[in-house]
């Protein structure tokens, strides 16, 4: 079965410090690969997803994230956070190409703190 | 920009009451889905709808549960009897074949 693994629970930045966020997965095939947001009490945003081509891709809000095949992973990375960045994190992963639908499975989340 | 919405945003609701979570998905999208986030734990899928038929559900999706398509554009979720476990944002998603899924706002159901 496919999952998603987060292993930083909480994450504290200062505030124009770099970010890293981890994300693994364990998935059959290559899956679709995506990061979303969420601030406190809204909904969830995407910032950024991988289907397919080059590995770096990049986002909104001046996020990018890496899919490395060999290791599973799909990093959430960021040069110099801002404090509107705090909220919580969630890697998901949905069915490759020919899948159909785009049922996704979610971390259990990273809450991001910055600090002023 | 098109989005997806979803009313009320928050509802209460007495144990063993029926609700209904309303879902308004993008107009040309092809796939509908629910999912919960309990709080403080992640996102979890509960049903996916696609051609006016539940096309996968998970467990947690019991026969408690039920989704309908009773027009062209709303998609809703009943829960029959609800529990206090059942309190959780809902999430409701849409997406057309094989594109990143667009979220609602959610809406927050408690049950007390």
């Known amino acids: 079965a496919q999952s998603v693994t987060q292993p930083d629970i909480h994450i504290t930045v200062s505030e124009g410090a770099s970010l890293e966020l981890r994300c693994n997965y364990s998935?059959?095939?290559?899956?679709?690969l995506f990061w979303y947001v969420q601030s406190p009490g809204q909904g969830l945003q995407l910032l950024l997803k991988?289907?397919?081509?080059?590995?770096l891709v990049q986002g909104i809000k001046g996020f990018e994230a890496e899919f490395k095949r060999s290791q599973s992973s799909f990093n959430l990375r960021k040069p110099s956070v801002h404090w509107s960045d705090a909220a919580e994190y969630f890697c998901?992963?949905?069915?490759?190409?020919?899948?159909?639908?785009?049922?996704?499975?979610f971390g259990t989340g990273t809450q991001l703190k910055v600090e002023l | 920009e098109p989005e997806v919405t979803q009313t009320p945003s928050h509802q209460v609701t007495q144990m063993g009451q029926e609700v209904i979570l309303r879902c308004v998905p993008i107009?040309?999208?092809?796939?509908f889905y629910w999912y919960r986030q309990i709080l403080g734990q992640k996102v979890e899928f509960l049903v996916s709808?696609?051609?006016?038929?539940?096309?996968?559900k998970s467990e947690i999706f019991d026969d408690q549960f039920s989704v309908e398509r009773p027009d062209g554009s709303n998609f809703t979720l009943k829960i029959r009897s609800t529990k206090l476990e059942d309190s959780a944002m809902y999430f409701c998603?849409?997406?057309?074949?094989?594109?990143?899924?667009?979220f609602g706002q959610g809406t927050r159901l408690t049950v007390v």
């Open positions: 998603a849409s997406t057309r074949m094989n594109t990143e899924a667009f």
């Open positions: 998935y059959g095939a290559t899956p679709y």
């Open positions: 991988y289907f397919s081509g080059d590995t």
């Open positions: 998901a992963v949905g069915p490759p190409v020919g899948g159909g639908g785009n049922k996704l499975t």
């Open positions: 107009s040309n999208h092809l796939y």
């Open positions: 709808f696609y051609n006016n038929e539940i096309s996968e």
